[in-house]
């Protein structure tokens, strides 16, 4: 059975930096997507990146975070990050790590993720 554990949420000025890490266990498909979606209170889920395990593969990055936050992989360890730079009080949100078989690049990802974590808060302030 899969599972994804996030970490590294909590608060932070606006400008700051925080970094979420999101490590997956169960995994027996040899290639997937990792993604990082998030939902502020009110609000519809968002996709914000999502990453292809292998190598050398381009993320997505929704329009909203493209230039400030960076996902990467370690493929090995079944690991994905979201270094998240510059932060805005418009990122207030909770966090989730999914995973799912199907295929993302920088245009796109699967419709629907088969796998989530539980989530981890983030919250900036002005």
């Known amino acids: 059975q899969v599972q994804l554990v996030e970490s590294g949420g909590g608060s932070v000025q606006a400008g700051g930096s925080l970094t979420l890490s999101c490590a997956a266990s169960?995994?027996?498909?040899?290639?997937?997507?990792m993604g990082w979606f998030r939902q502020a209170p009110g609000k519809q889920r968002e996709a914000v990146a999502a990453i292809y395990t292998t190598a050398g593969s381009n993320p997505y990055y929704s329009d909203s975070v493209k230039g400030r936050f960076t996902i990467s992989q370690d493929i090995a360890e079944k690991t994905v990050t979201l270094q998240m730079n510059r932060l805005k009080p418009e990122d207030t949100a909770m966090y989730y790590c999914a995973l799912d078989i199907g295929y993302c690049f920088s245009g796109g990802f699967p419709a629907d993720f088969s796998h989530w974590g539980q989530g981890t808060q983030v919250t900036v302030s002005s």
């Open positions: 169960g995994v027996t498909y040899s290639v997937y997507c």
